[in-house]
């Protein structure tokens, strides 16, 4: 008979736990290695702490093999032991059932490793269908005939046995249950490319969102700065301003508090005068000498000439049309101002922008570094490709526009002849070309003589002509921005533009008029300072 063995009887009695580096004392009783040797370092002598027997030096300890080995045999079984949730042997004992291995759908049970071995040698079971362990194997069984369900019934959706299959669904379509998975998989793999592209679709759209919202928070950092520098420059010229305009009625006062003084004092000296002669005058009227009188009357001054009261006045100056002004000056400053930091604002989204030659109409040319082109009379010769302008005397630029902010600008200074905007990247470049919104257009131009306007027919009144123009489009929100740089005043806005494709800066700079139009357009960057002429390729 085969006694039991008790993974309780290989535990240590110290620590009273599993046995980990079991080791023997010359007594013969085991322990922990580390249980035994923190017990001998904490007493005084050394004694098995199980027969009390004594040595007189420490003792050499040696690991047993034969009680490691257990150990191991014993946590290895511990991990085989199925669990919640795992399949367990039908086939052995309770309480301790190992995990099932692999169920049968013949025999309708699941086994363990050793138990699974008849399968393996027995030639009746070698026959028999294995799967990964699962519950519930009576759900794969037919209920009419005991059978495992190993075939499907396409007809009818449903799981049949060989009995099944050849006898109530004879006339049907049926199919193993491998092929009608491979199937399924087939549609699986497309449900899961599907759902890969929805995904995917989903992940670019927050890509997209996060890119917009770090492009609403750059808008947002610039609004807030360009308010604190207006409200500030605003706050420094109000200030200069108020000193200015009370150090001017002060003085306005000063300078009529003088002339007050100047002639209260004139009009005193007047009264001492007047009153002198006023003395005289009594005296002689007080008099009844006759003769005294009369010699005195001749001999009296005339009364001396003094001012006119009537038309003495002092001009006081009112302080209301400096007010006016001042507010005036105010109302113009926070207007430049505002423009100035909505300009800038937009300049951070500033593209290097260059020309695509294979684009230009044969009669442009381009500089070297593709930022200047203009008109020449003389047709070059160059492929006929359809990305090229044929009637249009246009170009566009390499950098296409498909979200957020893009900015670019352009000098038109001596030209008579322009167009400058943004096109969809499909629009038409043969034959007779309309610039408009509707043909995939947005842009304003110069006709003449200080004549601007939109290409949706709209005049442009412009305070001054403009050296450089400023492109802005914001593509989220469908809105192309033209600015004149030096003045920083917005010149024209296409506004609710539904974009439905990418966008590319457009260019024209019109027929030369045998030189009178021969200046280039120029692609300049914010921090270009001046625009000197740049070698043409010719």
Request: proline share 3%.
């Amino acid at each position: 008979m085969t006694a039991t063995v008790h993974s309780e009887d290989f535990h240590c009695s110290i620590c009273l736990d599993l046995f980990k580096d079991p080791v023997t004392t010359p007594c013969g009783h085991t322990f922990c290695n580390t249980c035994i040797t923190d017990n001998w370092n904490v007493n005084i002598s050394y004694l098995c702490p199980l027969c009390k027997e004594s040595f007189y030096s420490k003792p050499s300890l040696k690991t047993n093999t034969l009680i490691l080995e257990m150990v191991a045999k014993i946590q290895s079984s511990l991990k085989a032991l199925a669990g919640a949730g795992d399949v367990s042997c039908d086939v052995c004992p309770e309480p301790k059932k190992l995990k099932a291995l692999k169920s049968c759908l013949d025999c309708g049970a699941s086994y363990c490793q050793s138990h699974l071995e008849g399968h393996h040698t027995v030639p009746g079971l070698k026959r028999h269908e294995l799967i990964g362990p699962v519950h519930n194997l009576q759900e794969r069984v037919c209920s009419k005939h005991d059978q495992p369900l190993k075939m499907f019934c396409q007809t009818d959706q449903s799981y049949l046995c060989v009995t099944c299959s050849v006898s109530d669904h004879s006339n049907h379509k049926i199919v193993t249950l491998q092929e009608e998975c491979k199937n399924k998989k087939f549609s699986l793999v497309a449900t899961y490319q599907k759902i890969q592209n929805l995904v995917k679709q989903r992940w670019e759209k927050i890509q997209e969102i996060q890119c917009h919202m770090e492009f609403s928070e750059r808008v947002s950092v610039g609004e807030i700065d360009g308010a604190q520098q207006t409200i500030t420059a605003l706050i420094e010229f109000v200030n200069g301003s108020l000193n200015q305009f009370i150090e001017a009625i002060y003085k306005n006062q000063r300078q009529t508090s003088k002339q007050a003084q100047d002639l209260v004092q004139k009009l005193q000296q007047e009264i001492t005068e007047l009153e002198k002669r006023n003395t005289e005058v009594e005296k002689l009227l007080a008099s009844e000498d006759y003769f005294h009188l009369l010699h005195n009357c001749s001999s009296l001054p005339s009364v001396p000439i003094v001012m006119d009261c009537s038309s003495l006045s002092l001009k006081v100056e009112s302080s209301k049309g400096k007010a006016a002004q001042l507010l005036s000056e105010l109302k113009e400053l926070i207007s430049v101002q505002i423009n100035r930091n909505i300009l800038e604002r937009v300049q951070q989204f500033e593209v290097d922008v260059t020309l695509d030659p294979n684009t230009a109409h044969a009669n442009l040319t381009l500089s070297d570094d593709l930022k200047q082109v203009h008109h020449t009379d003389e047709r070059k010769t160059c492929s006929d490709n359809t990305e090229r302008f044929s009637h249009c005397t246009g170009v566009l630029g390499k950098q296409t526009i498909t979200s957020n902010g893009f900015y670019f600008q352009v000098q038109v200074s001596g030209k008579t002849e322009w167009d400058i905007g943004v096109a969809l990247e499909s629009v038409s470049r043969k034959g007779s070309v309309h610039l408009n919104p509707v043909n995939g257009y947005w842009s304003i131009g110069m006709r003449g003589e200080s004549k601007y306007y939109a290409c949706t027919g709209a005049r442009l009144l412009l305070k001054s002509a403009p050296l450089k123009v400023g492109v802005f489009v914001d593509y989220q929100k469908g809105q192309v921005d033209f600015y004149d740089v030096h003045t920083a005043d917005l010149i024209h806005s296409f506004s609710s533009c539904n974009f439905t494709q990418k966008l590319q800066p457009f260019l024209s700079p019109g027929y030369s008029h045998s030189g009178i139009n021969s200046s280039p357009l120029v692609l300049m960057s914010v921090e270009d300072l001046c625009s000197l002429p740049k070698k043409r390729k010719q």
